[in-house]
């Protein structure tokens, strides 16, 4: 259904992974955000073919790359199934395939604060960390507990300071950069709450 993004060697390509279910207006404001703050060449939204913490199934899909498509129009972001193409599950082999895939290009991380708090339960989390830079995202009420997190405290002399994080793709990992935004309140499970949805 989608081929694979085209990618140049030596550019720096975010990669934002999330269920979209349904995709909202603060995955776009975060992905705007990003492109600037983290000097980023282009993102990409992984639609996950499903959250391996998460329970229960999300709607299909193509419908959640659909929704995604029509709602994220911009000229450097691509919304992608990637996972499904490539059969990962889980964000380490994801980007383990990625970095053989595309060598020389520059991968980053993006995640809200909200992930970066659970981040330590995540399967090879901390390979993840030592070879991928990592950029986070403020998001409303998950401010402290990200601050406070496991991967935030053992990693704390990797922490790029926001001033310096247009650089996190060029710089050694591990190196992770929390940045503070005029945040957005949107989320998938408010909207679906709402019945807004599948
Ligand atoms: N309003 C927001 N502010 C900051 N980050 C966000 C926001 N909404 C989503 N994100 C981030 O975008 C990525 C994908 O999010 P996801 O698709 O899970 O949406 P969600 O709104 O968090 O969904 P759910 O409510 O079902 O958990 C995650 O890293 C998440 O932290
Ligand atoms: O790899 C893991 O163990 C892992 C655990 C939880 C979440 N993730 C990834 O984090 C991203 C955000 O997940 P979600 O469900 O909050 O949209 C998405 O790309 C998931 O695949 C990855």
Redesign the pocket.
């Known amino acids: 259904m989608y081929g694979f993004p085209v990618a140049k060697s030596g550019q720096v390509i975010g990669l934002?992974?999330?269920?979209?279910?349904p995709?909202?207006e603060?995955?776009v404001?975060?992905t705007k955000a990003a492109l600037k703050r983290f000097g980023l060449d282009h993102v990409w939204w992984l639609v996950?073919p499903g959250?391996p913490l998460?329970k229960n199934g999300p709607a299909p899909l193509n419908e959640r790359i659909q929704a995604a498509s029509a709602m994220m129009q911009h000229p450097r972001v691509r919304v992608t199934g990637i996972e499904a193409q490539l059969g990962t599950r889980y964000t380490a082999q994801t980007l383990q395939a990625l970095q053989r895939r595309y060598p020389g290009v520059r991968f980053v991380w993006?995640?809200?604060?909200?992930?970066l708090a659970q981040f330590h339960h995540w399967q090879d989390w901390r390979w993840i960390i030592d070879n991928v830079p990592i950029g986070v995202?403020?998001?409303?009420g998950?401010r402290i507990a990200a601050r406070l997190s496991k991967a935030a405290r053992m990693y704390a002399q990797s922490k790029v300071p926001s001033t310096a994080s247009h650089m996190i793709g060029r710089l050694p990992t591990p190196a992770w950069s929390f940045v503070n935004l005029p945040?957005?309140?949107?989320?998938?499970?408010?909207?679906?709450a709402r019945g807004e949805w599948k």
């Open positions: 934002l992974g999330g269920s979209f279910d995709p909202h603060g995955h404001h975060i996950s959250n998460k993006l995640m809200g604060a909200d992930n995202i403020a998001r409303p998950d945040m957005s309140n949107q989320s998938s499970t408010a909207i679906r």
